[in-house]
Each structure stands twice: as structure tokens, then as C-alpha cells.
């Protein structure tokens, strides 16, 4: 039986980096999800709430995952059961929900995120002050170019989806 050979080695491109480095962000955010017992889904609601301070209605949770808000109302569900946040009344308007991260479960976070921060402290040592600048300043405007994109495709009209007919435009 003979071994597999590594694929021939190239020097990297943009679009095979972007690639590499969204498919293994979506390795990494699987496996924390998995490790902690949530789903994915779930996983990127919460990751998402700790990016904005650990707090969010569950209006701007629909808004910024393009989730309707049955289904962040199942998120949030599956979250509290999960012990990882806790709902809170909005103290301007009562009827609005919103979403507290909790911090339950910090202990088990950072054993994950320990070493994860330690590795990208470890990285960020490489290079220079200068250096870092433009790298944060390239991902910032990553970061808006996908936000634009998002936006962008879910302007754009659906699709019907597998099995279902096709409509006809009159």
C-alpha cells in the first residue's frame, strides 16, 4: 500500500490563503462548538454577542446573521439551556429582548481560548509595530468588504430551492 504524497508545494496566492485561512476559522469554530455541546449556529450567535460587548437584542442578532427571529428565538432557547446567556428586558422597552452572555461556563472558554489568544500574541510578535498597522488595516477593511458582500447577496433575488419548480416570469 503506498503512501498518499503531499500536494506539490506553491507559493501561496490571495485566493488560496482567503480560502485556507476561511475554511480552517470555520474548522477552529466546529470544533470550539462541538467541544462546548452547541451547534455551529449557535456557536456564531454567541461569538457573535461577545464581539459586540456580550450584549444584543435578539432584533440586531436577526439583523446581523440574516436569521429570521423564530429561528434566533430557538437559538437563544438552546443558548440558555446551554447556560451561555441569559434574556434581559430592555429597561427603555420592555417588550424588546435582550441577550446577555453569561460567563457560566468561562472556565471551559478559557481552556479553549487561552492558548488560541496565546498563539495570536505569539504571531503578532513577528512582526512590527509599523507592520501590524497595515495588517490590522487590511483585515479591517476585509472584514468591511465582507460585511458589504453579505449585504450585497442577500439583496439578490433567491433562488428556488432543490426539487422545487422554477417560477415563470409573466
Keep these: ?82 447556560r451561555l446567556v441569559k434574556r434581559a428586558s430592555d429597561p427603555s422597552d420592555r417588550r424588546r429582548v435582550i441577550v446577555e452572555m453569561t460567563h457560566a461556563r468561562a472556565d471551559e472558554f478559557a481552556e479553549i481560548f487561552g492558548p488560541y489568544a496565546q498563539g495570536w500574541q505569539e504571531l503578532a510578535s513577528r512582526y512590527s509595530p509599523e507592520q501590524l498597522d497595515l495588517i490590522l488595516s487590511y483585515v479591517a477593511g476585509a472584514v468591511e468588504l465582507l460585511q458589504e458582500q453579505t449585504l450585497r447577496v442577500r439583496g439578490l433575488p433567491a433562488r428556488p430551492k432543490r426539487g422545487q419548480p422554477r417560477r415563470r416570469a409573466d
Design 1 to 82: 500500500m503506498s503512501q498518499r504524497e503531499p500536494p506539490p508545494t506553491e507559493a501561496p496566492n490571495w485566493d488560496t490563503l482567503g480560502r485556507q485561512l476561511g475554511a480552517y476559522t470555520v474548522a477552529f469554530a466546529n470544533a470550539v462548538a462541538e467541544r462546548i455541546g452547541i451547534n455551529r449556529t449557535d456557536y456564531e450567535c454567541l461569538d457573535l454577542l461577545d464581539a459586540h460587548g456580550g450584549a444584543l437584542t435578539a432584533g440586531q442578532i436577526a439583523e446581523l446573521t440574516g436569521l429570521t427571529s423564530g429561528a434566533v428565538t430557538g437559538v437563544v432557547d438552546r443558548l440558555e439551556r446551554a
